[in-house]
């Protein structure tokens, strides 16, 4: 994807970007930068801060167990980005919960990878084990996508 692509998305964000958005400029978390739809590579991220390597996206109904997601996001982690996701209805509904994520992401997280391949998905008070978030996906129509290493 082009600048140019991400400059009209800049144009035109969502509700649930602007949203996100009001708590994440003006360097609000931690003293972090992110910037919004960003290009990196042939993709576009929502939010990323670039000091801390940590890309923060929004998804809709249209991202589930998306394989063009799944390919997008492995490409991502292997350019060394750790890569929080959160529901449309999330960001809307729930906003001090997933700023609080995020803050902790940038925060507690030094950013090296942990040896186990499981990653503990947080869902109506409990903690699921799984190899892939996406098949939580089709499992479950509610799920927070804060990431807890074992």
């Known amino acids: 994807m082009s600048r140019e692509a991400a400059r009209a998305l800049r144009k035109k964000p969502t509700e649930t970007e602007r949203a996100l958005w009001r708590h994440l400029r003006l360097r609000q978390m931690n003293g972090f930068k992110f910037r919004r739809q960003q290009a990196l590579g042939r993709y576009i991220v929502d939010f990323v801060c670039l000091e801390k390597k940590l890309i923060v996206e929004v998804d809709g109904g249209q991202h589930?167990?998306?394989?063009?997601?799944?390919?997008?996001?492995?490409?991502?982690?292997?350019?060394?980005?750790?890569?929080?996701?959160?529901?449309?209805?999330?960001?809307?509904?729930?906003?001090?919960?997933?700023?609080?994520?995020?803050?902790?992401?940038?925060?507690g997280k030094d950013g090296t990878p942990h040896l186990n391949p499981y990653t503990l998905y947080f869902f109506e008070g409990s903690y699921i084990r799984s190899r892939s978030r996406f098949s939580l996906f089709a499992t479950f129509s509610l799920c927070e996508f804060c990431e807890f290493y074992l």
């Open 64 to 107: 589930v167990a998306s394989a063009k997601d799944m390919e997008r996001t492995d490409w991502l982690k292997n350019q060394g980005f750790h890569v929080l996701r959160f529901w449309n209805n999330q960001v809307l509904s729930e906003i001090e919960s997933v700023t609080k994520a995020i803050w902790e992401a940038l925060s």
